[in-house]
């Protein structure tokens, strides 16, 4: 096994043919490098250099093995690269909570960007409402997930460990199955309210969104049916149920394609929001994902 610092001796002499010019590109003193190529030279049996008036050249043994050194050379340099690499790649597991549908998340794209930048890391996804999604954030159950509240409000006062930047506003709307046009013609919510209703639990945006706007005003929902899935409630809005509320775009294709009525004039704003335990932030493993989210969202909305 050749000593690193003769081979690079013995390069650096080869491509200079200078023992003085190769000892300022390896920063070494001509004494050192003469003496590195001596020792090289008796280490091999071989003569790898000839004299001449303005410097030294390479002799055919010399020729012969410039190009194995030099392939030596290159490998311990990637191989010092790529341990160096080690040290910044993102390892371990990021686990997410997800809620509604992927497309609305832009969960593709997110996971997606995510393993471009960090491959070695590992992704677990867990679907759920967001007030679920919330509590096992702020439990440490999920590194990150996504939540729905009213713009500005986040995760609310009774969660202040839990962090949160909102990613879109958006509104919901009251939607009717088809031929309950003429139910609608009053849309003020205690007309809204004694209508049959597809309720969620509490841990439902759907819940503390309609009880954001009826318990102020001493009401609550006619419920007859409670589901906790979104795709089940459009199903039973379909089927003549009741009423619910659906996402902007929802209840819009919803019109279109199965003429459901929507609510005129009753919008409820909404914010989609990632979430991540305060304390937890700067892990790195969290600080990747939001800078994943950032080149997904862009800026925050106003």
């Known amino acids: 096994m050749q000593d690193l610092q003769a081979l690079r001796a013995f390069v ?23 003496l590195k190529l001596k020792q090289f030279q008796a280490s091999l049996g071989l003569t790898l250099f000839r004299r001449r008036p303005k410097g030294l050249a390479l002799t055919e043994d010399g020729q012969a093995l410039l190009p194995a050194a030099e392939k030596a050379l290159a490998a311990v340099a990637a191989f010092d690269q790529s341990a160096r690499a080690l040290h910044s790649t993102l390892r371990g597991r990021l686990k997410i909570g997800t809620i509604v549908d992927p497309e609305f998340i832009r969960l593709g794209a ?17 679907h759920g409402m967001s007030g679920s999604v919330l509590e096992r954030v702020r439990r440490g159950e999920l590194d990150v997930g996504f939540f729905l509240a009213p713009p500005g409000e ?10 949160h930047r909102e990613l879109t506003h958006f509104h919901y709307h009251v939607i009717a199955p088809a031929g309950w046009a003429s139910r609608l013609a009053r849309t003020d919510w205690a007309s809204l309210a004694a209508l049959p209703w597809i309720v969620t639990p509490a841990d439902s945006v759907h819940h503390r969104l309609l009880h954001g706007a009826l318990d102020p005003l001493g009401l609550a929902p006619n419920g007859v049916a409670q589901v906790d899935q979104e795709a089940c409630m459009l199903d039973l809005v379909r089927a003549g149920v009741g009423l619910s509320l659906a996402r902007d775009a929802l209840a819009m294709a919803e019109r279109q394609e199965r003429g459901l009525v929507v609510a005129e004039g009753v919008r409820l704003p909404c914010a989609l929001s990632f979430i991540w335990r305060r304390d937890r932030g700067e892990e790195a493993v969290i600080a990747e994902a939001m800078e994943v989210l950032d080149g997904v969202w862009g800026a925050p909305p106003p």
């Not at 000892?23 to 003469?34: I, K, Y």
């Not at 986040?154 to 962090?163: H, N």
Request: no cysteine.
């Open 110 to 126: 997110f996971l997606h960007r995510l393993v471009e930048r960090a491959p070695q890391l590992e992704t677990e996804l867990s």
């Open 12 to 34: 650096s002499v080869a491509r200079e043919g200078s023992v003085s010019r190769a000892a300022e590109r390896l920063h070494l003193t001509q004494p050192a490098v003469s």
């Open 154 to 163: 986040g995760p609310g006062r009774e969660t202040p460990e839990v962090a």
